[in-house]
């Protein structure tokens, strides 16, 4: 899946220093649910047992490549596929060195595009910090709308933080 700027491709065993470092970095646990650090031996395995069948495994990783460099700049996830109801979860992240240049709106196009073209899903959906406004407007400006808000849904250091549920359609 090739844009202008980013391409989406499988995980690869070369990606296992970059995935070690994004999924260890504590500023990212608030949007992944993840309490603990990954070991280098747990993301070896997820990547070896890592099939590209998105209906066996109910979930998919998709690395972001820049196209004029061939970079991994981010990856997007989708995750509780749900088949008989032909729904998922997407999620995104972009390297912070990467940021504010497009590549998160292509990146979820091209993700968007596969979803309702190739697995022929009906909708996709992402769950957002509300006070993520940066992401809410990316998501919006990939077609999602906001359908439902979950009141003090995640707990930060400062409190807790509702959660905005958006979702797309493939109309």
């Known amino acids: 899946m090739v844009g202008k700027n980013v391409f989406l491709r499988a995980l690869e065993p070369e990606d296992l220093p970059v995935m070690y470092t994004w999924e260890n970095d504590r500023d990212n646990w608030m949007v992944s649910n993840t309490t603990a650090p990954f070991s280098r031996h747990i993301l070896e395995k997820f990547i070896e047992t890592s099939s590209q069948d998105i209906y066996a495994n109910r979930q998919l990783r998709l690395m972001v490549g820049e196209v004029s460099t061939g970079d991994t ?6 995750f509780d596929v749900d088949p008989d109801h032909q729904r998922a979860a ?6 912070p060195e990467y ?13 968007k595009n596969y979803l309702f073209e190739d697995v022929r899903l ?3 959906y992402c769950h957002v910090m509300a006070d993520n406004e940066a992401s809410v407007r990316l998501f919006q400006r990939a077609g999602f709308t906001e359908c439902g808000r ?3 849904w995640m707990r930060t250091r400062d409190g807790f933080v509702d959660m905005w549920v958006m979702q797309c359609l493939n109309e």
Do not use: T
């Open 73 to 78: 700049v981010g990856a997007v996830d989708v």
């Open 90 to 95: 997407l999620g995104i992240l972009i390297a």
């Open 99 to 111: 940021r504010r240049r497009g590549y998160g709106l292509e990146s979820i196009l091209l993700a």
């Open 122 to 124: 009906h909708q996709v």
């Open 150 to 152: 979950l009141r003090e």
